[in-house]
C-alpha cells in the first residue's frame, strides 16, 4: 500500500484531556495536512505544515513535523465531543506530480 | 459557494452495470482530485484535472475507469462492468492557487457504490 501509516490506529479519551496521533509517510513532501472525518461526512482541513517547518498552531491544534524520520504529530489540547472524528494525514508531493497520499487513520472517541 | 457536491449519494448497481457519477466543485476552483475510499481506510488518489486537462492517473486505476472534465467545470466518473470490489466512497474534492492556501482540499460528500 501506498498509504502513510498512523497511530494510533483508535484512541479513546475523556472529555478534556488532551489527543495525540502520530503519522509516517515514505516520500519526499512539500507539505503535510490534517483532515477529519466526522462520522458520515466529508473530509475537512484542519492545519497544514509545511516541509521547512518544524511546528505550528492552530486554535487547539498543534502539529510537528520531523523531516528526518518521516513523521509528523497531531496534538489536540482539551478535547471535546465534538472532537470525535477520524484524523487523516495527507502528504503533498513537490511540484511536479499531484497525487496526495493520505494515512490510514486514527479513530478518535472523545467521552463526556 | 455551496461546496462541492456530488450527484448521486449514494447508488445500487449489480455486478457488470456501468456507472457514472458526477462532482460539481468549488466555482472558482480549477485543481480536481477523485479518491476511492474503502471502509476504514484514508482516501486513496485515482486521478487530478487542472482546469479540463487530466494530468495525473493512478497505476491503480484500471481500464474500467474513465474520468473527464470538460470544459474544467463539472467532472465525471464512469466505471465499466463493475466489479463488488469496487463497493466504496467515492470522494471528489477541489482546491484553487490563487486563494493563497494553495494545497489545501475541499471535499464532497461522497458517492457510496454498492456493488451487489
Known amino acids: 500500500s501506498q498509504q502513510g501509516e498512523e497511530d494510533p490506529q483508535a484512541l479513546s479519551i475523556q472529555e478534556g484531556e488532551n489527543a495525540t496521533m502520530n503519522c509516517s509517510y515514505k516520500?519526499?513532501?512539500?507539505?503535510l495536512q490534517w483532515y477529519r472525518q466526522n462520522s458520515g461526512r466529508g473530509l475537512v482541513h484542519l492545519i497544514l505544515?509545511?516541509?521547512?517547518?518544524r511546528e505550528k498552531h492552530s486554535g487547539r491544534l498543534r502539529v510537528t513535523l520531523d523531516t528526518s524520520k518521516k513523521s509528523s504529530s497531531l496534538l489536540i489540547t482539551a478535547s471535546r465531543a465534538a472532537d470525535t472524528a477520524s484524523y487523516f494525514c495527507a502528504t503533498v508531493p513537490p511540484p511536479g506530480t499531484y497525487k496526495y497520499i493520505f494515512g490510514t487513520g486514527t479513530r478518535l472517541k472523545v467521552l463526556a | 459557494d455551496t461546496g462541492v457536491s456530488q450527484d448521486p449519494r449514494h447508488k445500487i448497481t449489480k455486478r457488470g452495470q456501468n456507472v457514472t457519477f458526477r462532482c460539481d466543485p468549488i466555482s472558482e476552483h480549477n485543481r480536481l482530485y477523485w479518491y476511492r475510499q474503502t471502509l476504514g481506510q484514508g482516501p486513496e488518489f485515482l486521478t487530478y484535472f487542472q482546469n479540463e486537462a487530466q494530468l495525473e492517473k493512478s497505476r491503480l486505476l484500471s481500464d474500467r475507469f474513465s474520468a473527464e472534465r470538460p470544459k474544467g467545470s463539472f467532472s465525471t466518473l464512469e466505471i465499466q462492468r463493475t466489479e463488488q470490489g469496487d463497493s466504496a466512497m467515492y470522494l471528489c474534492a477541489s482546491s484553487n492557487p490563487g486563494q493563497g492556501s494553495t494545497y489545501e482540499q475541499y471535499f464532497g460528500p461522497g458517492t457510496r457504490l454498492t456493488v451487489t
Open positions: 505544515i509545511r516541509s521547512n517547518e
Open positions: 516520500t519526499s513532501i512539500n507539505n
